[in-house]
């Protein structure tokens, strides 16, 4: 069983730059495969970032690659999103999700098993 809390969710001005955080709680986290997925109003759920167990492989979406680093501390059961370049239209609530140990790297927001509760961000123009 994994528990994730997200933080760092705020109104941040377009260009501007913002760090998430997930606090992980649990023994699996160390081998599980971590994601970023986000939701604005009217929308469904968008993949962002996802990363391996130890943090060797990542991947994003077209729409963040460039601007947007996820990385993890294993040590800590924390995964990180850096986000530089903020735009508008990356506002949405940012989850953070957990696939079951060992299994690999996915963008299918259904096929992660364990979510957060989430946290705005919202970017002015």
């Known amino acids: 069983q994994v528990q994730l809390v997200e933080s760092g969710g705020t109104l941040v001005q377009a260009g501007g730059s913002l760090r998430l955080s997930c606090a992980a709680s649990?023994?699996?986290?160390?081998?599980?495969?971590m994601g970023w997925f986000r939701q604005a109003p009217g929308k469904e759920r968008d993949f962002v970032a996802t990363?391996?167990?130890?943090?060797?492989?990542?991947y994003y979406a077209d729409s963040v690659k460039g601007r947007f680093t996820i990385s993890r501390d294993n040590a800590k059961n924390t995964l990180y999103l850096q986000m530089n370049s903020l735009k508008p239209e990356d506002t949405a609530v940012y989850y953070c999700a957990a696939r079951q140990p060992y299994e690999s790297t996915s963008r299918n927001w259904n096929e992660y098993a364990y979510w957060g509760q989430g946290t705005q961000v919202t970017v002015s123009s």
């Open positions: 990363i391996s167990w130890y943090g060797v492989t990542s």
């Open positions: 649990g023994r699996t986290f160390s081998n599980a495969v």
